[in-house]
């Protein structure tokens, strides 16, 4: 059964600075690979999607990769701004192809002026 | 503007009667979706849809039914809602033809938030 875990759950940074968020799944078998965003209160909004064959992607200061082999994702923002503030989640869609997303708990990051 | 929407947005009602949650996409999509999300468990899929007439369950489907009568449209059926449905609901389209891998982006609406008394 297919896993999804993302650390940390919170992050506080100050404005300005890199950071990195970790995704990790158990089963290497997906088809690719979501990160999303979330507002309180809002819905979802997809920042970037890694096909299973691609290496990484990248959307202004946003730069996501993928290691399938090693059940791992990284996002990586560069400097973080207060509008960052959001909930980030990563999600996998795997084999069966049903479509279903497979979401992490996600990691709740604040961006500090 | 591309969109999946959602009415309504926010919704208290008692226990036993009936509701129905609409989306609407705009994208042509043919494949629909539907989540609940719920502090400590995350997003699990509902139901899903591949095209119009063809749909099946996901992970959490006991109370909940679909319908999906034209392409654009996904309601979400509550025959008779009980208070453990109380959640957030979400509905999620994207464009993969019948029978091919589901490989593209997919795009969620703003949110159901259900309360069940």
């Known amino acids: 059964k297919q896993e999804v875990t993302q650390i940390p759950a919170a992050l506080s940074v100050p404005e300005g600075e890199n950071l990195v968020l970790n995704c990790s799944f158990t089963d290497s078998a997906i088809y690719n690979l979501q990160w999303f965003r979330q507002d309180p209160g809002k819905g979802l909004t997809s920042l970037l999607l890694?096909?299973?064959?691609?290496r990484e992607q990248t959307s202004g200061r946003l730069n996501a990769s993928l290691d399938k082999s090693s059940g791992r994702s990284t996002l990586y923002i560069a400097a973080s701004q207060p509008g960052d503030s959001a909930t980030y989640l990563c999600?996998?869609?795997?084999?069966?192809?049903?479509?279903?997303?497979?979401f992490g708990q996600g990691t709740t990051l604040q961006v500090k002026p | 503007e591309a969109q999946v929407t959602q009415n309504p947005r926010y919704l208290i009602t008692v226990t036993g009667k009936k509701l129905t949650v609409t989306c609407s996409q705009n994208?042509?999509?043919?494949?629909m979706s539907w989540y609940r999300q719920d502090p400590g468990l995350g997003l699990r899929q509902i139901y899903y849809s591949m095209n119009v007439e063809v749909t099946d369950k996901g992970d959490v489907p006991e109370g909940y039914k679909v319908s999906r009568k034209e392409k654009r449209n996904f309601p979400l059926i509550l025959e008779s809602p009980s208070p453990n449905q109380t959640s957030l609901y979400f509905c999620?389209?994207?464009?993969?033809?019948?029978?091919?891998?589901?490989?593209?982006?997919?795009?969620f609406g703003p949110g159901t938030r259900l309360t069940v008394l």
């Open positions: 999620a389209s994207s464009s993969t033809p019948l029978g091919e891998v589901l490989t593209d982006t997919q795009y």
């Open positions: 994208m042509n999509h043919e494949y």
């Open positions: 890694i096909q299973s064959s691609q």
């Open positions: 999600a996998v869609v795997g084999s069966g192809n049903t479509g279903k997303l497979i």
